[in-house]
């Protein structure tokens, strides 16, 4: 499946395929009628994104709990577990106030915060807006990739991609953190999709990946060198890493340059502002993952307009 732009709005429709290759949106209004279409992936989307909301916050909690264990079992010191279960899946959605479990029409992806008016619906308190951001940008997400790649294996990993961006994104925003439970499979994934060439060939992909680990880590130990400083972390060297596996190598001075020329821009209006001091720490992250998702979708025609404008 994929989608074709005419005059009309983008519209689903079947592509040329193998005599016995059959699928149930084959034969269902998905396929004829837009709307119905995309109110599919829009409700799927906001669905995953309810879930990489939950993840942004429960993920940060269960890698420190775990960092603190094996911190505690190398110095042979006594646990502090207790026997509360916190995991991904429990306990279940509640109040980080509170504490109360949510009714089942509190947790509807984006409606369930709006009909709260944004608190708990048993102790007031102000639920962070990050929930329903998140929600709505995986949900747009969804409904570009689709619309940009149509609706099959480039449509479908490109939605991957995008999601597992936004979490990233989040949670090093927060914790300034980029854990290796997100990045490492996707890296690994990115190269396994470029197996068939979805995005980029194979070779370019593998010279994608170790060329920009080896970029930011070279970066990273010149800059120490000079100043004495760390100025980034390496969960930036396999973010970057991640974003060559998917793209190849050829798009990485985009992503480089755009990720580097935006949280330059932003840190500065911080420090001018004074919402930030000039010696305070900046997460890259969140830079790198929108530079690598604009790539993935526009790098090729935004990296030719500039080398046409810089030539005349």
Not at 25 to 44: E, K, Q, R
Not at 58 to 67: A, D, E, M, Y
Not at 122 to 128: D, G, K, L, M, S
């Amino acid at each position: 499946m994929r989608v074709r732009q005419d005059h009309a709005g983008p519209r689903f429709h079947e592509t040329t395929q193998s005599p016995d290759h059959h699928t149930i949106m084959n034969s269902t209004p998905f396929v004829s009628d837009p709307v119905i279409g995309y109110l599919f992936v829009a409700i799927f989307g906001a669905v995953i994104g309810s879930f990489l909301s939950m993840l942004v916050y429960r993920l940060p909690i269960i890698l420190k709990r775990q960092w603190e264990r094996d911190c505690r079992e190398a110095l042979a010191q006594p646990t502090t577990d207790t026997a509360e279960t916190f995991n991904i899946a429990w306990p279940a959605s509640h109040c980080p106030q509170c504490h109360a479990p949510l009714k089942i029409r509190d947790n509807i992806p984006l409606f369930g915060y709006l009909l709260l008016r944004g608190r708990c619906r048993h102790c007031q308190a102000p639920i962070p807006r990050q929930y329903i951001l998140i929600e709505a940008l995986t949900t747009l997400a969804a409904i570009v990739s689709v619309a940009h790649f149509g609706m099959g294996a480039r449509g479908g990993f490109a939605f991957v991609l995008s999601a597992a961006l936004i979490a990233l994104t989040f949670i090093d925003r927060r914790e300034q953190i980029l854990p290796d439970t997100i990045t490492l499979p996707l890296l690994w994934l990115g190269l396994l999709v470029n197996r068939a060439g979805l995005y980029a060939s194979l070779g370019s992909a593998v010279v994608g990946a170790a060329a920009a680990y080896m970029f930011l880590w070279l970066v990273f130990h010149v800059f120490r060198l000079i100043t004495g400083k760390e100025g980034m972390g390496h969960g930036d060297f396999k973010l970057f890493a991640l974003g060559g596996a998917w793209l190849g190598w050829p798009l990485l001075p985009f992503v480089l340059l755009f990720a580097s020329l935006t949280g330059a821009l932003y840190g500065g209006a911080l420090i001018v502002t004074g919402r930030q001091a000039r010696s305070a720490p900046m997460p890259f992250g969140p830079f790198l993952c929108a530079a690598i998702w604009l790539a993935l979708f526009y790098g090729w025609p935004l990296t030719t307009l500039y080398l046409r404008s810089a030539h005349g």
